[in-house]
C-alpha cells in the first residue's frame, strides 16, 4: 500500500485489531454480496436480452417461491445473528475497564479539552498515557455535546454535561495519535482535536516528574479544606456531614430508606444538590456548590474521595502533618448508619488551617477563585487555592454550630 | 397536429386554475416544481461544501459559514427533497390511477398539503436569507437550544409546518388505498409502488407527529428558557435523541420505501415479467415499515445510552435488514429469464439495487456495535446513508420521473441523453462517495470544516465526484424540459407495460379514466417472456402502436 | 363537472366516490387516521414526562400540590358530560323515526356542549391565571423559593410546570377548535331542515371530541393526582 495514500489509521489499543478483524468481516460481507448481486443481474442482463432467443420457461420448481424466499431469508439472518452476537460479545466485554486503570479526568468544553491525571498534571488538547497499562477516562462537559474520539484505539464516547461517561483503553503502541472531537459543538467543533501521546513506561513516568503540581487528590482535600467542607465533613469537634473516610464505594441509606452506592454521580449529586439526596442519620443541611464549584474541581475532589475509600477514620489521606491524622484509638471504619450525632472524638488537627473550625454555616468561606460552571470565563484550570491564609475571614472562636 | 384536448394538463390553463386545483396530477406538479427548486438550494449548498473541502484548512469560507451550509443541506435535502419526492410527485399523480379511481378520497385536502409544504419552505427560506442555522439537521440540545445564535426557531417552524404536509398527504393515501380501488383491484392485484406507498404512509402519519412535538418543545425551551432538554436546568438531552430519532429513523425508510416501490414497477416493465414473489415484496414492505420504528437507538449508541439499550438495538436494526434484502434478491430473480430492456429507467433501477446493497449492508456494519462506536460521527455514516439517499433514493427517483414521464407530460425523451446521464450519475456518485467510506473509517469526522492534511487525497476525489454528479443531475433537468416542447409524442403505452396506468391516455384525462376500468388480472401480467424487438419511443417503433383515441 | 347526488341521500358527492356510503366511510376514516397521529403527537409529551415524573419525583409531587384538585374533577366532569351529549346526538341524527323531529333534541345537546366546553376552558384559563399570579409559569421569573422546602433538586419544579402548561395548553388548543367545531354544527343543524345532510360531519366532529376529552383523562391524574 503506498505509505503516503493512508488507508487504515494506526491500529494502537488492545480492542483496535480485533475491531479491524470484525470490520474486514463485514467489508466482505458486504464485498460479496454486492459483487454477487452486481454479476448476477450483470449476467441476466446479457443472457436473457430481449434480442436473445434462449429459453425462457420458468421452471416449476422456482415458482415454489416460499422455499426459496425462506432459504433467502434465513441465510442473511444466520449472517446477521453471527455478527451481532460477535459485536454484542466485544461490546460488552470491552465495556469495563481491567483492574486498576490509570484514572484520567477530562472536561470538554466549547472548543477545547481539559484533560487531568490522578497524579496531578493538567493538559489542554494532549494526553499522555502510558503503553500497556489501561486508562479510563471519567468525563464531562462544560456546556454542550462533544465526543472525545481516538481514531487510533478504534474507541469514542459522546460527553456530556451535566452528567458523567466514562470510556477506557489501553494503547498497544507507541506514538502520537490524533484526537478529534466527534459531536457537532458550534463554530470550532473541527478545531476541537488534539493528540494522544503513547509513551514508554519510563518515558511517561520521567513525564509525570516534570510536571510540577500536586497530586488530584492533593488538589481535591485541599479544596475541601478551603471550601469549608472539612468543617462538617472532617475530624475534631463539630461534626455534622457524614465522615469521608471509606465514603467513597459503599452502601449508604437516604432518608427516605432506599440505598445508594456512592460513586462518581453519587457524590457529583451531594455536592451540587444535596438536598435531593440527605442521608438517614444526618441533618438535613448540607448547602449546594452548584455554581460554586468548576467541573474539573469536582473531579478532583472525587479523586481525593476515591484516595481514602478505603481508609479510617472520619478523614485522613494526603494533606500537611498526615501523621497527626491517625487516630488515637481505633475505629471502626463504617460509621453508624441511624442514629448518629455527627459527633467523633478528636483526632488531632487536619492541618495548620483546622484551628478555624467552627464556624457558623452561614460563614462558610469560599475561595474567591473559584468561578461557576458555566460558561462564564472558566478557563484554564485555575490555580489550587492557597490554602495557608485562604478563607480565614473572621474569628477563630469555637463556636457552636447551630 | 391535433392533440388530445382532453387531458389534465389543457383542462383550464389559468394561473388559478393551476394554484387552486385539486386535480392530484396537477398537484403532482406543483410538487414535482416545487422540489426541483428546494433541489437547486440544497445542491447548492452541497457544492460550496465540496468546494471548501478540497483543501484541508478551512480557507474559503468560516467555520460559521460551514456549519450554516451543511445544516441547510441536511435540512432542505431531507425535509424539502427527499421526503415529498418521489410521493408526493409520482405517489400523487399515480395511486388514483394505479388503483383505478378518479382522485384521491380527499382532493382539497391534497391541494392544502402543497401550501403547508411551501409555507415550511418559505420558512426555510427565510432562514437561509436571514442567516441561517448552523445546528445540524439533528438539531441536537444543548447546543441547539441554550447555545446556538442562529435561527434554529425559523428553521424548526419551517419542518414542523412541512410535517403536516407528510401527515395529510399519508392520511390521503391511507383512505384512497383502502377504500378507492376500482371492481376486482383486489389487494394482492395491486402494483408494488401502492404497496410501498401504503407502507410508507404507515410511517407519515404514526412518526411525523413525534417530530412535530419534539420541535415544538425544543421551541418551547429556546423561547422560555427552560431546562426540558438542557442539564443545566434539569433537563436531559439524551430525551431530545431519543424523540428526534424516534421519527428519524422511520424518516429514513419514508425515503427509500417509496423508491422501492418504484424499482419493482421497472424491474417488472423492462424483465418483461412479474415481479418474483410479489406478495413477500409486499409484505416486505410492511414489515420495513413496522420494523423501523423499533431501532431508533441505533444512532446513539456511543451517546451515553445503556449497554443493554445498545444490544437491544443493535439486534433490531439487523432484524430490519431481512425484509430488504428480500427485496433485493426478488428483483434480481425477477430479471432471471425475463426479457431484458436497458432502458434510462431500468439503468437507474439497476443502479439502485446496486447501491442499494452497498448502502444497506454497510448499515449492517453499522448495527455491529463495535464498528459503530469506531465509525459513528465520522464519514463513514455520510458515505452510508448518501449511498440510500442519493445512490438509491435519488435514482429511484429518477428512474421514475423517465419512466412515467411519457404518461405525465405526453412526451418522450431522448433515450441516448437518458442513458447517458444515467450512467455519469452513477459514475458521479461512487466518485463521490466511496472515498468517504475509507475517510471514515480512517477516522474522519463529519461536519469538519477542515481536516488533516492526510485525509485530503479522498476529499478531492470525492469533490471531483461531486461535481460530475451534479453535472449528472443538470442534464436530465435539460433535457426533459426540452421535450415538453420539442419531444416526440407518446402514446398511451410507449413501453409496453402492465398497469392500469397505461390503460389511459398519455396525458390522463382529467378524471383519470373515460370509464372505470374493472380489473380481472394478476398484476404485471406479462405472461411468458419471450424475444422482442423494442419497445420505448424513444427510436423509431419496430412494431407500431396505436395512439389511442381518446373520447371525450 | 357536475356534482352527482346519490338517489337516496342529499349529500353532494365529490368526485372520487361512487356512492354516499363509500364517502361517509372514507371521512370517517380519515378522522380515525387524523385521531392517530394526534395520539402520536401527544404520545411524545407523555414520553417526556414520564422521563421526568421518574427522575424528579419530589418536584412533581410538590407541584402539583399547588394544582386544584375540585376545579379539575369539574372540568373533567364537565367534558365527559359533553361527551355524552354528543354522543347521544350522534344516535338521534341517524333515527329513521317518523313521529319525532330530534332536531331541537340534537341542536339543543350540542349548545349545551359548547357552553359546557366554555365552562371547561374558563375553569382552565381562570386556573393558569392564578398560577401565573403565583410565579409559577415556567422561565426566568419563576418562583423556585416557593419549592425550597419540598426536596425537589435545582429548577424540577419548573420541569413540572413547563409540562403542565404546555400539555394542558396543547390540550386547551384542541379543546378551542373542538368548541368551535361543536358549535359550527350545532348551528348548521338548527338553520337546516334536512339534518340527514350532516350526520357525518357530526359524526366525524364527534369523533374528535371525544378524543380530545380523553386526552383530558390522561392529564387530570397525572398532573393533578399526584400523590393525592
Known amino acids: 500500500m503506498n505509505e503516503s495514500i493512508p488507508i487504515l489509521p494506526d491500529a494502537a489499543s488492545t480492542s483496535a485489531s480485533e475491531v479491524d478483524l470484525l470490520s474486514l468481516t463485514l467489508l466482505s460481507i458486504t464485498f460479496v454480496f454486492s459483487v454477487g448481486i452486481a454479476c448476477a443481474i450483470g449476467y441476466f442482463a446479457l443472457r436473457y436480452w430481449h434480442t436473445r432467443d434462449v ?86 462537559s462544560e456546556d454542550v455535546i462533544h465526543s472525545f474520539y481516538v481514531p487510533a484505539f478504534r474507541n469514542k464516547q459522546d460527553v456530556l454535561p451535566g452528567r458523567y461517561t466514562t470510556m477506557w483503553f489501553e494503547a498497544t503502541k507507541l506514538g502520537t495519535y490524533h484526537l478529534f472531537c466527534a459531536e457537532f459543538c458550534g463554530t470550532n467543533h473541527s478545531r476541537m482535536i488534539g493528540q494522544v501521546i503513547v509513551q514508554s513506561p519510563a518515558d511517561h513516568a520521567a513525564w509525570l516528574e516534570s510536571q510540577p503540581v500536586a497530586s488530584a487528590a492533593e488538589r481535591g482535600r485541599r479544596l475541601m479544606d478551603s471550601s469549608g467542607c472539612l468543617q462538617c465533613h472532617g475530624a475534631d469537634g463539630n461534626r455534622f456531614g457524614p465522615p469521608l473516610n471509606g465514603l467513597f464505594g459503599r452502601q449508604v441509606v437516604l432518608k427516605d430508606g432506599s440505598r445508594h452506592t456512592v460513586d462518581e454521580s453519587y457524590i457529583r449529586r451531594a455536592i451540587l444538590e444535596p438536598q ?19 467541573p474539573e474541581q469536582v ?72 468561578s461557576p460552571s458555566r460558561g462564564e470565563g472558566a478557563n484554564a484550570f485555575p490555580a489550587p487555592p492557597a490554602t495557608t491564609d485562604s478563607s480565614s475571614s473572621g474569628n477563630n472562636s469555637r463556636e457552636e454550630i447551630k | ?150 435561527y434554529v426557531l425559523l428553521a424548526a417552524a419551517g419542518i414542523f409546518i412541512a410535517g403536516f404536509s407528510s401527515i395529510l398527504t399519508g392520511l390521503n393515501f391511507i383512505v384512497t388505498i383502502h377504500l378507492l380501488r376500482a371492481p376486482g383491484m383486489h389487494w394482492f392485484r395491486l402494483p408494488l409502488f401502492v404497496w410501498t406507498h401504503y407502507a410508507t404512509s404507515l410511517i407519515f402519519v404514526l412518526g411525523t407527529p413525534v417530530l412535530a412535538v419534539t420541535l415544538a418543545l425544543l421551541g418551547v425551551e429556546r423561547i422560555l428558557g427552560v431546562g426540558i432538554f438542557d442539564p443545566a436546568l434539569g433537563g436531559d438531552p439524551l430525551l431530545f435523541q431519543h424523540l428526534f430519532w424516534f421519527y428519524s429513523h422511520p424518516a429514513v425508510y419514508i425515503m427509500i420505501l417509496p423508491g422501492m416501490g418504484v424499482v419493482s414497477e421497472l424491474m417488472a416493465c423492462f424483465s418483461r415479467k412479474p415481479i418474483f414473489g410479489y406478495g413477500f415484496v409486499a409484505m416486505a414492505g410492511l414489515g420495513i415499515a413496522v420494523l423501523s420504528f423499533l431501532v431508533w437507538g441505533h444512532h446513539m449508541f456511543v451517546s451515553g445510552q445503556s449497554v443493554y439499550a445498545g444490544l437491544v438495538f443493535s ?122 467510506f475509507v475517510l471514515g473509517y480512517l477516522g474522519n469526522p463529519r461536519r ?17 465526484g461531486a461535481t460530475i454528479l451534479g453535472l449528472g443531475y443538470l442534464l436530465p433537468l435539460c433535457y426533459l424540459t426540452w421535450s415538453l416542447k420539442y419531444g416526440r409524442r407518446a402514446s398511451d403505452n410507449p413501453w409496453h407495460a402492465k398497469g392500469l396506468e397505461w390503460e389511459t391516455s398519455s396525458p390522463p384525462p382529467t378524471h383519470n379514466f373515460v370509464t372505470t376500468p374493472i380489473v380481472n388480472e394478476p398484476p404485471y401480467n406479462y405472461g411468458q417472456p419471450h424475444r422482442e424487438e423494442e419497445i420505448g419511443e424513444g427510436e423509431p417503433a419496430k412494431h407500431h402502436v396505436e395512439k389511442a383515441e381518446v373520447e371525450s | 363537472m357536475s356534482i352527482q347526488y346519490s338517489s337516496t341521500q342529499t349529500v353532494p358527492l365529490a368526485l372520487p366516490y361512487d356512492n354516499a356510503d363509500q364517502q361517509r366511510e372514507a371521512a370517517v376514516f380519515g378522522m380515525w387516521i387524523f385521531l392517530a397521529t394526534e395520539v402520536l403527537f401527544f ?186
Not at chain 2, 366 to 378: I, K, N, Q, Y
Open chain 1, 55 to 140: 429459453n425462457r420457461k420458468l421452471h416449476e420448481s422456482v415458482k415454489a417461491h416460499w422455499q426459496i424466499e425462506l432459504t433467502w431469508s434465513l441465510i442473511p439472518l444466520i449472517i446477521l445473528m453471527v455478527m451481532f452476537s460477535w459485536g454484542a460479545d466485544m461490546f460488552v466485554r470491552y465495556h469495563e475497564p481491567p483492574d486498576n486503570p490509570i484514572e484520567i479526568n477530562v472536561v470538554a468544553k466549547q472548543w477545547m479539552w481539559k484533560i487531568g491525571h490522578e497524579s496531578g498534571p493538567r493538559e489542554i488538547n494532549a494526553l499522555h498515557i502510558p503503553i500497556g497499562r489501561p486508562v479510563r477516562l471519567t468525563m464531562i
Open chain 1, 276 to 294: 435531593t439526596q440527605m442521608r438517614a442519620g444526618f441533618q438535613p443541611i448540607m448547602p449546594s456548590f452548584d455554581g460554586k464549584l468548576t
Open chain 1, 299 to 370: 473531579l478532583d475532589i472525587m479523586m481525593y474521595l476515591k484516595s481514602v475509600a478505603d481508609a479510617d477514620g472520619p478523614v485522613a489521606g494526603p494533606g500537611p502533618d498526615t501523621a497527626s491524622l491517625l487516630p488515637e484509638s481505633p475505629h471502626s471504619s463504617s460509621p453508624p448508619s441511624g442514629g448518629e450525632d455527627g459527633r467523633r472524638p478528636d483526632e488531632g488537627g487536619l492541618g495548620p488551617d483546622d484551628s478555624q473550625l467552627s464556624k457558623t454555616l452561614t460563614e462558610l468561606p469560599l475561595t474567591p477563585a473559584l
Open chain 2, 1 to 150: 397536429m391535433t392533440e388530445s384536448s382532453n387531458n389534465y394538463l389543457n383542462d383550464g390553463s389559468t394561473i388559478r386554475s393551476w394554484l387552486l386545483t385539486t386535480d392530484h396530477k396537477r398537484i403532482a406538479i406543483l410538487y414535482m416544481v416545487s422540489i426541483t427548486f428546494f433541489f437547486l438550494f440544497g445542491g447548492a449548498a452541497a457544492v460550496l461544501i465540496r468546494l471548501e473541502l478540497l483543501t484541508p484548512e478551512g480557507d474559503m469560507m468560516r467555520a460559521d459559514t460551514y456549519n450554516k451550509l451543511f445544516s441547510l443541506h441536511g435540512i432542505i435535502m431531507v425535509f424539502f427533497f427527499l421526503i415529498p419526492s418521489i410521493p408526493s410527485v409520482l405517489g400523487n399523480f399515480l395511486i388514483p390511477i394505479m388503483i383505478g379511481a378518479r382522485d384521491m378520497a380527499f382532493p382539497k385536502l391534497n391541494l392544502i398539503s402543497w401550501y403547508i409544504f411551501m409555507t415550511g419552505g418559505l420558512f426555510s427560506l427565510i432562514t437561509i436569507l436571514v442567516g441561517g442555522v448552523d445546528t445540524g439537521w439533528t438539531f441536537y440540545t444543548p447546543y441547539s437550544s441554550t447555545y446556538a445564535n442562529t
Open chain 2, 315 to 436: 439486534f433490531l436494526s439487523m432484524l430490519v435488514a431481512i425484509p430488504s434484502a428480500v427485496k433485493v434478491f426478488n428483483w434480481t430473480a425477477t430479471m432471471y429469464k425475463g426479457t431484458i430492456f436497458l432502458k434510462t429507467p431500468m439503468l437507474y433501477a439497476l443502479g439502485f439495487i446496486g447501491l442499494f446493497t452497498v448502502g444497506g449492508l454497510t448499515g449492517i456494519s453499522l448495527a455491529t456495535l463495535p464498528f459503530d462506536v469506531h465509525v459513528h460521527d465520522t464519514y463513514f455514516i455520510v458515505a452510508h446513508f448518501h449511498y440510500i439517499m442519493v445512490g438509491s433514493a435519488v435514482m429511484a427517483y429518477l428512474g421514475g420521473i423517465h419512466f412515467w414521464w411519457p404518461k405525465i407530460t405526453g412526451r418522450i425523451y431522448s433515450e441516448w441523453w437518458g442513458r447517458v446521464s444515467a450512467l455519469v450519475v452513477f459514475f458521479g456518485f461512487n466518485l463521490a462517495f466511496f472515498p468517504q
Open chain 2, 448 to 464: 469538519y470544516h477542515q481536516y488533516p492534511g492526510e485525509f485530503q487525497v479522498f476529499h478531492i476525489m470525492s469533490s471531483l
Open chain 3, 43 to 228: 404520545g411524545g409529551l407523555f414520553v417526556a414526562y414520564i422521563v421526568y415524573r421518574y427522575e424528579y419525583p419530589a418536584a412533581f409531587k410538590a407541584g402539583s400540590a399547588h394544582l386544584s384538585i375540585m376545579s379539575g374533577a369539574v372540568m373533567t366532569a364537565v367534558l365527559l358530560l359533553g361527551s355524552l351529549l354528543v354522543a347521544i346526538s350522534d344516535v338521534l341524527i341517524r333515527r329513521r323515526v317518523h313521529d319525532s323531529d330530534p332536531r331541537k333534541a340534537i341542536v339543543r345537546n350540542l349548545a349545551i356542549t359548547t357552553f359546557l366546553g366554555v365552562v371547561f376552558l374558563s375553569l382552565e384559563f381562570y386556573e393558569w391565571g392564578q398560577l401565573i399570579h403565583e410565579g409559577f409559569f415556567p422561565g426566568p421569573q419563576f418562583n423556585l423559593a416557593r419549592f425550597a422546602e419540598s426536596g425537589a433538586g435545582g429548577r424540577s419544579p419548573e420541569m413540572f410546570f413547563c409540562l403542565f402548561f404546555f400539555m394542558t395548553g396543547l390540550h386547551a388548543f384542541h379543546m378551542i377548535i373542538g368548541v368551535a367545531l361543536i358549535g359550527g354544527v350545532a348551528t348548521a343543524l338548527y338553520r337546516t331542515d334536512n339534518i340527514a345532510r350532516h350526520a357525518n360531519l357530526l359524526e366525524n366532529i364527534g369523533l374528535y371530541w371525544h378524543f380530545v376529552d380523553i386526552i383530558w383523562v390522561f392529564l387530570f391524574p397525572l398532573f393533578y393526582l399526584v400523590e393525592a
